[in-house]
């Protein structure tokens, strides 16, 4: 009876998995092995490990996903950490790191377009301390900035509930066997902390592989990933199995990063 009783408590959970998430990816599958006339090929994969050009946005979402998520974890660590000496007004800090969090991502990235632009507000400060003004939008600096600023929170907070975890007797006994505060952070606070520092990169780095919106809005088409592309075929050149391709392909890169940051010590 218990058994029946789960099951049935269960199974809308699996009705989700399976229409929004396994039946898409088959999907996905299934056309990736379809030419543009929806003819079984494999031309699909060839094209795309052979093809310099994808390899190159191969290169570029794998680097650019390393910047944002080695950029995220080293802005969130420190606050994550002083977020949780703040005792009093901790709910209150958590609250000020979640609330981006509830703006629509196409208004958070137009205002940003309204700050880096050439005649926006960071180029007017400029201009009235007598710097000149800037060009920022449209560049690689700031695509990885704005990407940094979306995708923190989701890093500051697994590194929040690990930090909160930690028992601090442990460290207090490093300090009393003479072990120095950088060696006590290396060899105690961040093992202690390390499920937060995985979970963290997985929230980040994987999302970062395949961002298309804020390449297009703030990067201005000069940061190319795959993200970009299968966009591209998917509304512009109609090529669904060719974007179903590197779609396939991302699906195996964040199942990859999954597993080597779980394995990770």
Known sequence: ?????????SLPYYLWIALFVLIPIGLIFIYSFQD??????????????????YLIMAANSIFFAFIITLISLLISYPVAW??????RVKDLLILLIILPMWVNLLLKTYAFIGLLSRNGSINDLLAILGLGRGQFLFTDASFVWVAVYVQLPFMIL???????????????ASYDLGASKIQTFSRVIIPLTMPGIKSGIQ?????SLSLFMITRLIGGNRVITLGTAIEEHFLSTMNWGMGSTIGVVLIMAMILIMVITRGAK
């Open 1 to 9: 009876m218990k058994q029946l009783k789960k099951f049935f408590l």
């Open 158 to 172: 697994p590194l929040y509930n690990s930090i909160t975890a930690i028992n601090y007797s442990l460290i207090n």
């Open 82 to 87: 002083v977020v949780n000496k703040f005792t």
């Open 36 to 53: 543009v006339s929806g003819h079984l090929t494999f031309k699909n994969y060839v094209t795309f490990f052979t093809t310099p050009t």
């Open 203 to 207: 929230a980040i780095f994987i999302p």
